[in-house]
């Protein structure tokens, strides 16, 4: 199959790096001879045909910036299939012969979706949650990650001055990760995630019972989709009589410029995608693995759920004593 017409869109929340990898895209494509598309707001922005054509001074000096040009939006009627079918009829009418999209799990099942029914597709992972199968770093994690290093440095300086426990809430609706690495860079006490709900009881025991070194005050770092950080305050207060400071961390996590290697993920994988493409190798999810650009089905890729590394999990536990 000849690729002459390629689309690049962007879907579901946006994370750094994301304008790295459109940049990416464009100017590989460009540099096959294969003229470039840029959807505006997401999978909407097909159904609305909200798009145009894209060149090498279209992508210029947007790798350093946060967000996404091509802007984002969820749309409802895309998850349907009447709305998938409509998508890949106005492509067509368009002329673009493929389509590369960058996004987290729902925008990557869209994609999945459009692929089994036989429309070209190749998905980039992007998003600060790094809950993909598979991936073993999304685009936008490590800037996030170091967003949240900051504000717990920051906040490290307050509570042993004050002598007061800090509660910081990260994103992770689903998944721990964010929280996990988070608090092991930070050399958090105490880290919840949601793959780790039972524990929740035994932090909340360790806590009221008391660090064995009498530290005055520690960092709890709570991952959204475990407890909220106000609700575990009002918890240790009430069976603890422990007050801490909650600090909501978030959409600060998800802004500011990309840090150097999420720009390099973002430019290696936006150029692997073309890659795929004019390979014929469709309905894939490109990713990077030891060092190694790699795809992988997206049929496989929803078939597995993401997991924490137990490991590490379990070393921060060893380093809060």
Not at 97 to 121: F, M, Q, T
Not at 148 to 170: F, G, L, M, N
Not at 198 to 204: F, N, R
Not at 303 to 314: F, G, P, R, V, W
């Amino acid at each position: 199959m000849n690729l002459n017409k390629i689309g690049v869109l962007t879907s579901g929340e946006d994370a750094p790096g994301m304008n790295a990898a459109i940049r990416s895209v464009v100017r590989s494509g460009l540099y096959y001879g294969i003229e470039m598309v840029g959807i505006k707001y997401g999978f909407q922005g097909i159904l609305d045909e909200t798009m145009g054509d894209m060149k090498a001074a279209s992508v210029g000096s947007i790798i350093q910036r946060g967000g996404t040009i091509l802007q984002s939006y969820k749309s409802e009627e895309i998850t349907t299939n009447h709305g998938q079918q409509k998508a890949i009829e106005i492509l067509k009418k368009h002329g673009i012969d493929g389509l590369v999209v960058i996004g987290g799990r729902d925008a990557l099942k869209v994609a999945a979706s459009l692929a089994e029914k036989n429309y070209p597709c190749i998905g980039i992972p992007a998003t600060i949650d790094n809950d993909i199968p598979f991936v073993e770093e999304t685009i936008g994690f490590d800037t996030a990650l170091n967003t949240i290093i900051e504000y717990v440095d920051r906040i490290r300086d307050t509570a042993s001055s004050h002598e007061k426990s800090s509660i910081i809430e990260v994103m992770g609706r689903d998944t721990g990760d964010l929280a996990l690495w988070s608090g092991l860079a930070g050399g958090a006490e105490n880290i919840l995630i949601p793959e780790k709900q039972e524990d929740v009881e035994g932090i909340v025991e360790k806590i009221k019972n008391g660090n064995p070194r009498d530290k005055r005050y520690s960092i709890i770092i709570v991952a959204e989709g475990c407890v909220s950080g106000i609700d575990l305050n009002t918890k240790l207060k009430e069976e603890a009589g422990i007050e801490s400071r909650v600090t909501v961390l978030g959409h600060t996590q998800r802004g500011g410029a990309p840090t150097g290697r999420d720009r390099v993920l973002a430019s290696r994988l936006g150029g692997y995608a073309v890659d795929l493409l004019l390979n014929n190798e469709f309905g894939k999810l490109a990713g990077v693995e030891n060092n190694k650009t790699v795809s992988y089905p997206f049929n496989e890729v929803f078939s597995q759920k993401h997991h924490i590394n137990e490991s590490m999990y379990d070393l921060t536990g060893r380093l809060s004593i």
